[in-house]
């Protein structure tokens, strides 16, 4: 029997895992590493050479020692920037995250579409020409949240995280009135569906939300090809930067399809 192929799934801390569940749930078959470059976090208070100076190396670090037979960068903060990088340096395909602009200025009724990112995220050229390229008529409101990866980390990992923090990072999504109001919001950074019950409570009207993690899956999923058997050996590891172990295992297992990340 053959070895299943192995996926790795980069973030710079545990917002990746919302990519994660969907690509588990579409790719049973595939063996998992995840990996959190918690050392690094958050990649939205770093510059842009910083970024690239630290994901390019690090990701080719990863491959020579796990083979992977595809990289999904989960991370819109890195993805804006490094992708072509990575295609030039390493032969592996590789999968990013970026601002889902197009679906979601395609499906607003009110043409009035938020993106909710990384202070880097929304500041990218590549974010820039999404919104010249994709925006069909919309008005596109680009929200820069500095907090707002930590608390979902934080949320996470079980603490206490008060209401009126994540409605403060949430409101300046809401702009105009009656019919003309926003009725889209791109999350914009792989955390925020960790918070995605909060958030849909915490609005001040009803949105859809538009996460990329099911289109993200179903194009890995192609570039795999016809998957093979579930097998013995798919399991899943899980990998911080910081070499801290991982206590979290409990709150982990969902994501990991109810693997026992190791
Ligand atoms: N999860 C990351 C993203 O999608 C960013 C969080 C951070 O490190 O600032 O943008």
């Given at each position: ?256 399809g109810g693997r026992v990340p190791a």
């Amino acid at each position: 029997m053959s070895a299943p192929p192995t996926i790795l799934v980069f973030d710079s801390g545990l917002g990746g895992l919302t990519v994660l569940r969907e690509i588990v749930r579409t790719r049973p078959d595939a063996h998992y590493v995840y990996v959190a470059d918690d050392a690094f976090f958050p990649y939205g208070h770093h510059g842009e050479e910083e970024i690239i100076a630290r994901v390019v190396p690090l990701v080719g670090e990863l491959i020579a020692r796990h083979s992977p037979a595809l990289v999904v960068i989960a991370c819109n903060t890195a993805s804006t920037l490094v992708m072509s990088h990575l295609r030039s340096a390493y032969s592996v395909p590789f999968v990013g995250t970026v601002p889902a602009i197009k679906p979601a200025c395609a499906s607003s009724k009110t043409k009035r579409v938020s993106v909710l990112g990384t202070k880097g995220t929304v500041k990218r050229e590549y974010t820039k020409r999404l919104i010249d390229d994709f925006a069909q008529g919309c008005e596109v409101t680009l929200v820069g949240s500095a907090e707002l990866a930590s608390l979902a980390e934080s949320a996470l990992s079980g603490n206490d995280v008060r209401d009126e923090d994540i409605a403060a990072e949430l409101a300046p999504c809401f702009v105009g009135n009656g019919e003309d109001r926003t009725d889209t919001v791109v999350l914009a950074c792989t955390h925020y569906p960790l918070l995605l019950d909060r958030l849909t409570r915490l609005a001040p009207w009803p949105v859809d939300w538009i996460d990329p993690a099911p289109a993200i899956a179903r194009r890995v999923s192609d570039l795999l090809g016809s998957p093979g058997r579930e097998s013995d050996t798919a399991g899943a590891e899980m990998i911080f930067t910081s070499q801290r172990p991982h206590m979290l295992s409990q709150a982990l297992m969902p994501f990991f399809g109810g693997r026992v990340p190791a």
